[in-house]
């Protein structure tokens, strides 16, 4: 078993010459909830994408457990243990809130179906729909989400949106969770609801967290340990109420 | 000698491609929608040409006559892509883009059906006043083939002129960018669209004359093989971009002219032409000139 | 979910009474659709619309033209005819269509399919019900397989032989090009014919060809490729053959002939005016059963009358037209030797197969002789028409020149 | 009895309302021609039906379901329809017809089609929306002019192809009985997790990789599949004629599939089948009813109810007045099913709400040198 859950070294990567991120360093241990941030234009969702495979990394590389995954595909890196939100929710909006979650069951290896055994509907299909769909109004009764469970996801407000969005994520049983500024466009109650919600999934599933975030509050409510991002570069790490009142850092957010 | 006289077809015939291609993507760039029915605008041009002409020879000098001629069919072509865009199309503008398209073919068959009953199926001849040919040593080169090489060079100076430096222009590039953004700054929507209508389907028209003066008939499926045509060379330059809808179309007009020189291609001629869209897509995903879009995560 | 299950029941009780109805009802054995007609009524299929309309109108108008004459002079013993017209766009698989509503409309006889294409499929409907074809223009040799069917043009292996046997008569020496449509079975059927019977020393000169395909009218290259001929082969039909020679005027010598089949016949109509026409330098000529350019004789009437009748401006006269004036004549023609010569009997309700089987004898006899507008007239007289027993039509073809060298 | 009973009434109906709808005209139509009491026009209709409505559903795949633009069925069409006609001939050559031959040739045909689903899936891997529009209409009209130049002996040149045409009494049974298999197939993937990786791909891509699905897989998949229906329906089709000929599957019949499929609704198994028999009935019945000189009026009159249809359908204007007056809200009151939140409805939606895919998003350019710029899919499809 490895310290580190992430660890990323170097991590980095141009966009036509300009470093938009570069020597980013990250060390997740297990069980963590760990903040990425920065001001806006920092880079952050760019390492969220390099470590999901949206991007390839032109300098440096990452683990998760251990094993490298740079240069996998996005769909692979996922198998592996690495699930994400979008800072801009996106979800299956045609599909009703429980296939959602059923979608992210697909690599799952106890839900193993072949395609000619759904063609057929063999046993092995009706058992594994079956089971999917009950796990997946497991998931959504720990979201409060089972009475919208056949309304179109289009439908849903706002903020339980955003929740499908995680518990989708969590559906793909990864070993690390990278949310995307979870509390965009929240107000105090609801962004307390998430912190709770968030520290929830930790403690439930044994999770770690990383995750980007613009709200204070929520970060100093809930991270273990911060990292920021300026200009793609690290301005600094560690616990995160040292990190906080870091100078530099306090400078980088309020200017001059 | 032999080659040069292919080359010189192809690049005519090319000319009269882009002239299309012109419209396709202006149209296609601002009202986001393939308007399959642009084919069959310069059907109509053509019928005007047809009727225009007709009526005015003889009582007129040929030139004057022609020149009238081809000025009442952008006019009418202008009114109708004007007026197609407003009955058809507006009423869907914010519903998925397939429905558009299938109204686009609706409107195209529509008005091939029309033509059919106005003025009957068999091709009617054009008569066009002889411009004869200019010599170059042993090449020979018709006026009509320089008239439309030039004319489509001069409009797409023109085009890209109006676009860079007037309001209008620079609206348009706006609106193609983000419609609602430009709604936002004062742009007026519906007036954009339809200039772009009225300037894609007089562009139609100029198409219909310049292929008259390649090939004097007319029918009411004048216009739709051309239209895929056109279609396939703004695709090949990059749709959206104006110099490329020129590239596109010249290139397709060589290659569709050297392939039919060579008996054992000949047949083939329609298959080549395709090929090389796939083949070019396939190395740019976007077309010669297409912007290169990277989807924001 | 009670009342769905009564609904589902429900239903099926109702599906099951209307299925057991149908079966009630249901009769037996081969239907003559045609027993309670008033008329008798001529089914013909062509395209109507689209590229290849013009063909389908003027057969559509002739043989309308040709009936209202019939009818106007009293009929056949009193009974009158009907035209039945629908439209196939000349796309083969439309057939069905046509052919079936034709059938249920209770046509008895047909003039078959106005283009190859869509008369192959036609051949096959027709021969299962037995119903009598008389093909005004579809030229292909595969259509008269049966024993119903007959054409009233010429199948495409006798024009392709035809016009061969004439250049190795009569342009020994001369280069040869042929332009054909590649993608046509009209064109490349006569093309493939026409190269097998030409002469060696032809073809070890070197016969120049070039092709086209689909709807497309620029042939600016393949004018190019053919500009050192000096007999030049055009199998075409007449709008590509105007666009054809529009364009090679300047190009293509000025003492070169062209040479078509009977799909160029009416081609100076392309061009609109007859001055217009006229400012190709070249001969043009064509090998065909029918001149609608004719100054006097039966086809000279007959373009009259047709232009007196339609409006020619829109849909002008040619060959397939006339020929299916002559099918419904024909048609006319051999019931009435059916009844005076054979004995038949037949009226408005006999059914499509019993007329099958009386035209088919009419048909085969060696004493029956059609005497026609299309083929060779001499004068004002009518051209005669035989058919032979496999579906073939028997009558002269002519060269026509439609207009000589400037 | 009451367990059956019990078991009845839990059966969910709307999921077999399709079969149910094709087994009971299949059903009463049977009968009928067993009884010989169908006229011909009608057997005919029948089949044409029948094939549009396997090219409908087949189509639906990959337009309704994976949210690709595809202008090149007919050309799958094509291949089945020669390639399966092929084979018909040449096991009549050694003796075997009839039913053993025409199932054989669907094999081939529709193996031979899913082959090209997946040589033109590839492209779709790279491009999109209408780009990829353009690819597969020019991979059928290569297929097309390939054929049409194929020598005499191999495939009958611009003559076509002559195929032994199956009894028309009983081929329309064959026909919806593929119908059935093929629903059966559609509707079994559609239904299980490989479905749902294929709506999601269509719902938003990125969302889709980023669960774990492989994109290429599944898009090579839903093209495949797809691809061997349309096979399918073109073996039909060859046993349906007596000759194939290249020039009828050209770029206008596949955008009258597209045609079926749009006004059937996105992701619409049921939609598809009612469009692609309205349709087809509407050419046919026109094609009869408006006959010589009205002819001309065909087209017009088909034009202008297909633009006033999808215009009712979509435009936005129009958006009330389409909720209270439609189909589906005409079954609903009768079935009274209206708002059954615990039944689980197929994964429709609505065209315009495809964020990611048939977008016709190119900007309007006058630069000579690429530039790139970056587009926010977020804001797409939302005007």
């Given amino acids: 078993m490895c310290e580190y859950v992430l660890k990323t070294e170097g991590l980095g990567i ?47 590389t990452f683990y998760l457990d251990g094993e490298e995954l740079k240069g996998l595909s996005q769909d692979k890196i996922n198998q592996k243990g690495i699930a994400r939100t979008f800072q801009n929710i996106r979800l299956f909006n045609n599909m009703t809130v429980v296939r959602n979650v059923m979608v992210g069951f697909h690599n799952l290896p106890k839900y193993k179906c072949s395609f000619i055994d759904s063609i ?9 729909e079956r089971a999917m769909r009950a796990r997946a109004k497991e998931i959504l009764s720990i979201f409060g989400l089972l009475d919208e469970r056949n309304l179109l996801a289009y439908n849903l407000p ?99 | 000698m032999e080659f040069l006289l292919t080359l010189i077809n192809g690049v005519s015939l090319g000319g009269i491609y882009a002239m299309i291609a012109l419209g396709y993507t202006m149209v296609y760039g601002i009202a986001k929608m393939l308007n399959f029915a642009h084919g069959d605008i310069i059907m109509v041009g053509g019928y005007s040409i047809f009727v225009f002409a007709a009526t005015s020879f003889g009582t007129l000098p040929p030139w004057v006559s022609l020149l009238f001629a081809v000025l009442m069919a952008v006019i009418i072509c202008a009114l109708l892509g004007f007026g197609v865009e407003k009955l058809a199309y507006k009423p869907l503008r914010g519903a998925s883009p397939l429905a558009v398209l299938i109204t686009a073919i609706g409107v195209s068959s529509f008005l091939q059906s029309l033509a059919q009953v106005f003025f009957g199926s068999a091709a009617k001849f054009v008569q066009f006043p002889d411009l004869g040919s200019l010599s170059l040593g042993e090449l020979t080169v018709s006026y009509s083939t320089l008239i439309t090489l030039i004319s489509t060079v001069i409009v797409m100076l023109a085009l890209t002129l109006f676009v860079k430096l007037t309001k209008t ?89 050297f392939s039919n020189s060579v008996p054992t291609l000949a047949p083939y001629t329609n298959a080549i032409e395709f090929a090389i869209l796939i083949i070019i897509l396939i190395v740019k995903p976007t077309g010669i000139l297409g912007k290169k879009r990277r989807e924001k995560v | 979910m009670k009342n769905v299950f009564k609904k589902v029941v429900s239903f099926t009780l109702a599906a099951a009474l209307t299925v057991g ?61 009907e035209l039945l017209a629908l439209d196939d766009e000349h796309k083969k698989e439309n057939v069905t269509t046509t052919y079936s509503a034709m059938y249920e409309d209770g046509m008895q006889i047909s003039l078959g399919t106005v283009t190859t294409a869509p008369g192959l499929e036609f051949k096959e409907l ?78 070890s000169a070197g016969v120049e060809t070039a092709t086209f395909t689909g709807d497309g009218l620029d042939f600016s290259t393949q004018v190019n490729m053919l500009k050192d001929c000096e007999v030049i082969f055009l199998p075409i039909y007449t709008e590509p053959a105007a666009a054809f020679m529009k364009k090679g005027v300047g190009v293509i010598s000025n003492s070169a002939i062209y040479y078509g089949c009977d799909g160029l016949d009416g081609v100076e109509a392309e061009f609109g005016t007859w001055d217009e026409f006229m400012a190709i330098p070249q001969e043009v000529s064509f090998l065909s059963h029918f001149n609608s350019k004719a100054e006097s004789g039966p086809a000279y009437d007959f373009v009259q009358k047709y232009n007196a009748t339609y409006d020619s401006d829109k849909e002008p006269v040619n060959q397939f037209g006339a020929a299916a004036y002559d099918c419904v004549y024909a048609i006319f023609e051999a019931l009435k030797f059916a009844k005076e010569n054979l004995g038949k009997e037949f009226d408005e309700s006999t059914s499509p197969s019993d007329y099958c089987d009386i035209l088919t004898e009419v048909f085969n006899s060696d004493s029956f002789v059609f005497h026609g507008i299309t083929g060779k007239c001499e004068g004002n007289n009518k051209s005669d028409i035989s058919w032979d027993d496999s579906g073939f039509v028997n009558k002269q073809a002519d060269k026509y020149v439609v207009k000589p060298a400037n | 009895m009451s367990a059956f009973i019990v078991k009845f009434k839990n059966i969910k109906w709307k999921r077999y309302t399709n079969y149910i709808g094709i087994s009971l005209v299949l059903l009463v139509f049977t009968v009928l021609t067993l009884a010989d009491s169908l006229p011909q026009s009608t057997l005919f209709l029948l089949e044409k039906i029948g094939i549009s409505i396997i090219l409908s559903i087949s189509l639906g795949l990959v337009v309704g379901f994976l949210g690709e633009l595809s202008l090149g069925h007919a050309g799958f069409m094509c291949i089945g329809a020669y390639i399966g006609g092929k084979t018909a001939e040449l096991l009549s050559d050694v003796g075997v017809e009839g039913i053993f031959a025409l199932l054989i040739s669907v094999v081939v045909g529709a193996l031979t089609a899913a082959v090209f689903g997946f040589i033109v899936g590839l492209p779709a891997l790279r491009l999109k929306g209408d780009y990829l529009a353009i690819v597969t209409l020019a991979f059928c009209e290569i297929v097309k ?49 490989h479905g749902r990786a294929i709506t999601a791909i269509r719902d938003n891509e990125i969302a889709a990789r980023a669960t774990g699905i492989n994109v290429t897989k599944y898009k090579l998949l839903a093209f495949i599949i797809s691809a061997a229906f349309a096979g399918v329906a073109g073996v039909m089709y060859s046993f349906a004629n007596s000759t194939v000929a290249a020039s009828a599957f050209d770029y ?109 998003d190119e900007l309007l350019s006058v630069d000579v040198v690429v530039r790139e710029s970056v587009i926010d899919p977020d804001k797409e499809g939302k005007e």
């Fill in chain 1, 14 to 60: 141009s966009f036509g010459g300009l470093r938009a991120v570069d020597g980013v360093e990250l060390r997740v241990r297990k069980k963590q909830i760990y903040g990425l941030i920065g001001p806006n234009g920092a880079g952050k969702t760019t390492v969220f994408n390099m470590l999901t495979g949206v991007y390839q990394p032109t300098r440096g």
């Fill in chain 1, 120 to 128: 057929f509907r063999t046993k092995r299909h009706r058992d594994t």
């Fill in chain 1, 158 to 256: 706002y903020g339980k949106q955003r929740k499908l969005e995680i518990a989708r994520a969590l559906a793909t049983n990864p070993k690390l969770l990278l949310l995307d500024e979870p509390a965009a466009g929240m107000n105090p109650q609801e962004t307390s609801e998430l912190m709770e919600t968030i520290r929830f999934v930790r403690d439930k599933f044994d999770m770690t967290i990383l995750l980007i975030e613009h709200d204070m509050s929520l970060v100093a409510g809930i991270c273990d340990e911060l990292t920021v991002l300026n200009f793609g570069q690290t301005l600094a790490c560690g616990e995160t109420s040292e990190v906080l009142k870091d100078p530099e850092v306090v400078k980088a957010y309020l200017g001059d």
């Fill in chain 2, 169 to 257: 222009g620079r609206a348009m590039l706006a609106v193609s960018e983000d419609r609602e953004a430009a709604q936002l700054m004062g742009v007026n929507i519906n007036f954009i669209i339809s200039i772009t209508f009225i300037i894609g389907s007089s562009l139609a028209a100029l198409a219909g004359l310049f292929s008259l003066m390649n090939v004097p008939f007319i029918k009411p499926t004048f216009g739709s093989l051309p239209g895929i045509k056109a279609f396939t060379a703004a695709v090949i330059g990059g749709i959206g971009s104006i110099p490329g809808a020129m590239l596109g179309g010249i290139l397709l007009g060589v290659v569709e002219c």
């Fill in chain 3, 21 to 81: 109805s149908m079966f009630a009802l249901a009769s037996c054995g081969k239907k003559n659709y045609a027993k309670d007609n008033e008329t008798i009524k001529i089914g013909v299929s062509g395209p109507l619309t689209g590229g290849a309309a013009k063909y389908g109108i003027a057969v559509k108008n002739s043989a309308k033209m040709a009936i209202d004459e019939i009818n106007a002079a009293g009929g056949l013993y009193g009974m009158k005819f």
């Fill in chain 3, 126 to 203: 027709s021969k299962d019900d037995n119903v009598f074809v008389l093909t005004p223009s579809a030229t292909g040799d595969d259509i008269v397989e049966y024993s119903n069917a007959y054409q009233m043009c010429f199948a495409d292996s006798n024009q392709g032989t035809a016009s061969a046997q004439y250049f190795n008569a009569n342009y020994q020496g001369k280069k040869v090009g042929v332009f054909y449509k590649a993608d046509d079975e009209y064109s490349s059927g006569i093309y493939e014919k026409f190269i097998a019977s030409l002469d060696q020393s032809f073809k």
């Fill in chain 4, 145 to 193: 002019t390939a054929f049409e130049n194929s020598s005499k002996e191999s495939f009958g040149g611009p003559m076509g192809l002559r195929t032994p045409r199956f009894d028309k009494h009983y081929l329309f049974i064959i026909i919806f009985s593929f119908i059935l298999v093929c629903l059966a197939v559609m509707q079994n993937l559609i239904r299980s997790k």
């Fill in chain 4, 252 to 360: 206008n019949y596949s955008i009258e599939i597209l045609v079926m499929v749009v006004l059937g609704g996105m992701g619409n198994i049921t939609g598809g089948i009612i469009s692609a028999t309205v349709i087809t009935f509407l050419n046919v019945k026109l094609t009869t009813m408006l006959t010589g000189d009205n002819a001309v009026l065909k087209d017009l009159v088909y034009a202008l109810i297909l633009v006033l249809i999808v215009i009712y359908n979509n435009a936005p204007a129009l958006k009330y007045v389409r909720e209270r007056y439609n189909i589906r809200a005409l079954t609903d009151k009768i079935f009274k099913k209206r708002s059954d939140v615990s039944y689980d409805t197929d994964d429709e939606g609505k065209w315009d709400r495809v964020p990611t895919k048939i977008k016709m």
